[in-house]
C-alpha cells in the first residue's frame, strides 16, 4: 500500500490563526481525501482533493474557510482557516490505492492533532 | 445519500470470546465495505474488506458477512485478544468513484 506522510503530527494554535497541513504520497494516486474526526468521534469527509482543479467540499465544508492545494498526484495540503475551538480536530488525509493488488482500498496518513485555544 | 448505522457503540468482552460488531447501510447501490480499526492516537487501519458479490470473506481471526437483501454487513473477531482492544469502524461506499460513507463505530475492549 501506499506510504503516506502527513505533518505537523500536531499544533497548538491561536484562534484567529490559520494552519497547513502536508500530505505526500510515496506513490502517484488518482484520488487524494481529507478527513476530519473530532474527539471521540467518526470521520467525516471534508473533501475530494483533484489534481489540477478546486477540491470538492461536502456539506457543511466550504473553500473558505479549508482550502486545499494538490498540484501533482502525489502532494496535497489542507489549510484550516481563521481557527477557532471547535476546529480542534484530528484532520487525516487519505488516499485510494487503485493499483490492481488493492483495487479501491483507503488508506489513511497519521493525522495531524490540532487544538485550538 | 449513503446512511451507515453501527451497532452497539461500546463492546466488552472477555479474552478468548467472540464479538460482533453489526452496520446497516441505506443506498442498495452500495458495493464496497471496509472495516477499519482505530487504536488509541494512531491512524485507522484497514482490516478487512468485502464487496457485494461475495458473502463472506475470512483473514484468520477476523471475518465479514454481507446480507444485500437486508443491508447489512457484520465484522467478527473469534478468540478475542488484549490488543484487538480498539474502536472499529465499517463504511459503505458505491461505486468507483463513490466515497465512503463511516458508521459512528464500536469501542472494543477485551478483558484479561
Known amino acids: 500500500s501506499a506510504v503516506i506522510s502527513q505533518k505537523p503530527s500536531r499544533d497548538i494554535c491561536q484562534r484567529g490563526t490559520s494552519l497547513t497541513i502536508q500530505c505526500q504520497v510515496d506513490?502517484?494516486?488518482?484520488?487524494m481525501f481529507w478527513y476530519r474526526q473530532q474527539p471521540g468521534q467518526s470521520l467525516t469527509l471534508i473533501a475530494t482533493a483533484n489534481q489540477g482543479s478546486e477540491a470538492t467540499y461536502e456539506s457543511g465544508f466550504v473553500i473558505d474557510k479549508f482550502p486545499i492545494s494538490r498540484p501533482n498526484l502525489t502532494f496535497s495540503t489542507l489549510t484550516v482557516s481563521n481557527m477557532s475551538p471547535e476546529d480542534s480536530s484530528i484532520y487525516l488525509c487519505?488516499?485510494?490505492?487503485?493499483?490492481?493488488?488493492?483495487?479501491?482500498?483507503?488508506?489513511f496518513g497519521s493525522g495531524t492533532q490540532l487544538s485550538v485555544l | 445519500g449513503e446512511n451507515v448505522e453501527q451497532h452497539p457503540s461500546t463492546l466488552s468482552v472477555q479474552e478468548g470470546d467472540s464479538a460482533v460488531i453489526k452496520c446497516t447501510y441505506s443506498d442498495s447501490a452500495s458495493n464496497y465495505f471496509p472495516w477499519y480499526k482505530q487504536e488509541l492516537g494512531k491512524r485507522p487501519q484497514l482490516i478487512i474488506d468485502i464487496r457485494s458479490n461475495v458473502g463472506e470473506k475470512k483473514d484468520q481471526r477476523i471475518a465479514v458477512t454481507l446480507n444485500k437483501t437486508a443491508k447489512h454487513f457484520s465484522l467478527h473477531i473469534t478468540e478475542t485478544q488484549p490488543e484487538d482492544s480498539a474502536v472499529y469502524f465499517c463504511a459503505a461506499k458505491r461505486g468507483s468513484w463513490g466515497k465512503l460513507q463511516f458508521g459512528a463505530g464500536t469501542q472494543v475492549v477485551v478483558t484479561p
Open positions: 506513490s502517484q494516486v488518482t484520488m
Open positions: 487519505s488516499v485510494e490505492d487503485q493499483t490492481f493488488a488493492t483495487n479501491e482500498k483507503l488508506f
